[in-house]
């Protein structure tokens, strides 16, 4: 009677030792799954609000038929960046008069035509006045029929660093292996406060040889190869 009893007590003490061990492991995994929502949530947060603040930047650039840029050298291996969460854009550009600059785009393979005329450069090249719009594919394969120079291709990496937009310009085909970091502001103070990053080769912003216009012309400037040794 005692051992029967006390087979009992044992078994009903391991029975509420299981049902203490599942409703732990309920507990446990209800935390996690709810960890696991909360971490997505933030995260889409975090997405919507970066994907409305770029749109918002390149809005606020545009708006202004001033563009006011800066532009460095850069050793693509030495990007401190991940460029997969990046907008990438592939861009065919082509000039169709270089005084005044008008020139053409083809973006992402016909996705998207643009016209484009910038005049009034400043000394520094920091500065000029430009106008772009968009154009539809038979307007562009009419004027490309105009071009002068070759046809710039050129991978663009567009992101937001901060309040910063930045744009990493890979190119390829003649210009395979010249690579640029530009920075377009929305204000002058803006341009002036921004230092060269430190892992930028040289600021060339104030150097007409490394203007698209120059590469079109005369391809990548032997200086460039100085630069990068």
């Not at 990007?79 to 005044?100: D, G, K, M, R």
């Amino acid at each position: 009677m005692i051992l029967c009893y006390r087979a009992d007590f044992v078994l009903k003490g391991e029975n509420m030792t299981k049902k203490k061990f599942i409703k732990l492991s309920i507990i446990i995994f209800v935390v996690f799954i709810l960890m696991i929502v909360l971490i997505v949530s933030i995260l889409s947060i975090k997405k919507i609000i970066y994907e409305m603040n770029y749109a918002n930047k390149i809005d606020s650039i545009l708006a202004d038929t001033v563009e006011i840029e800066k532009k460095w050298i850069i050793d693509k291996k030495s990007i401190p960046y991940n460029l997969s969460n990046a907008e990438i854009v592939e861009i065919e550009q082509t000039y169709l008069c270089f005084s005044p600059e008008i020139r053409v785009r083809k973006i992402n393979g016909g996705e998207e035509y643009t016209f484009a005329v910038k005049t009034n450069i400043t000394s520094d090249g920091m500065t000029r006045d430009e106008f772009e719009d968009n154009i539809t594919e038979e307007e562009y394969n009419h004027l490309i029929k105009k071009r002068e120079g070759n046809t710039i291709r050129k991978t663009r990496y567009q992101f937001l660093d901060g309040e910063d937009l930045l744009a990493i310009d890979l190119f390829s085909g003649e210009l395979e292996g010249l690579a640029y970091l530009e920075i377009e502001f929305e204000n002058q103070e803006e341009a002036n406060k921004f230092e060269t990053p430190s892992w930028a080769i040289k600021d060339v912003i104030s150097d007409l040889n490394y203007k698209n216009g120059h590469l079109a012309r005369f391809g990548i400037p032997e200086s460039y190869f100085e630069y990068i040794k």
